[in-house]
């Protein structure tokens, strides 16, 4: 079995920055990438940032340049720092693992609310 715990989310004003983390434990051998995806309301569910395993990153266009995504191999946590958000940033944000053997798994979400 798989756990991901994520917090960091919150309130915060347009501009301003806030931290994601989140970590994987359980039964992990060896995994293929992290990432997330967010999910505003009345709206899909799209991909914010993913890492692999050697340390490649792909962000949403929307994004780029303002988040970052790190990854920390050994207490096998991911990351999101995200500067200059935007009220259309707000959505609730799901970390996701995904192992070597193809298995996926989603962690609980975090509110991002970013006022205007």
């Known amino acids: 079995q798989v756990q991901l715990v994520a917090s960091g989310g919150g309130l915060v004003q347009a501009g301003g920055s806030l931290r994601l983390s989140c970590t994987a434990s359980?039964?992990?051998?060896?995994?293929?990438?992290m990432g997330w995806y967010r999910q505003a309301p009345g709206k899909q569910r799209e991909l914010v940032a993913r890492?692999?395993?050697?340390?490649?990153?792909n962000y949403a266009d929307s994004v780029k340049g303002r988040f970052t995504i790190t990854r920390v191999n050994v207490k096998n946590t991911v990351y999101l720092q995200m500067n200059s958000l935007r009220p259309e940033d707000t959505a609730l944000y799901y970390c996701t693992l995904l192992l070597s053997n193809m298995e996926g798994y989603w962690g609980q979400g975090t509110q991002v609310t970013v006022s205007s």
């Open positions: 359980g039964n992990i051998f060896s995994i293929a990438a």
């Open positions: 890492i692999t395993s050697n340390g490649s990153t």
